[in-house]
């Protein structure tokens, strides 16, 4: 079995989504093995997001994740990575497939940043690392 860090961003809290993502994920079989609401600060949110610092969209990325509660999940089943990724569909809400979390809850805002409901880490290394980061 494998671990993932999933993140129901400040938009899906706020919005009113997260039993309807959550529901997505336990009728997948996917394990919560852990899940709590989380209002990261800035050096927690420069930490997850290093990899992204100095494109355009890092700023305001920040600033929406500071924008108000997220609910963090340590999330446990076999190809759980891949499945969850696969359940949040591709990062632009308007092109997401039908089905997915994005591709049917998503809205694009037109804004700076893509306001798109989820998270999930993208290999094991970036699961390691992130699950660190939220719930040490
Ligand atoms: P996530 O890692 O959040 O599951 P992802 O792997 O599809 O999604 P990344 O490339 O890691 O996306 O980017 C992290 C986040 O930054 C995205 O989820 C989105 O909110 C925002 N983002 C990424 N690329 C852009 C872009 N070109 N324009 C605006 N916002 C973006």
Redesign the pocket.
Known sequence: TEETLV?V?PDGVARGLTGSILARIEAKGYALVDIRLVEPDRDVLAEH?A??EG???YE??LE?MMSGPSVAIRLAGNRVIEGF?SL?G???PTTAAPGTIRGDFGRDWG??????L?????SPESAARELGIWFS
């Open positions: 993140l961003k997001y990899e992204h494109k355009p969209f305001p990325l929406f990724r949040a591709t990062t632009d804004l700076a940043v893509q306001q798109n989820v998270h999930g880490s993208d």
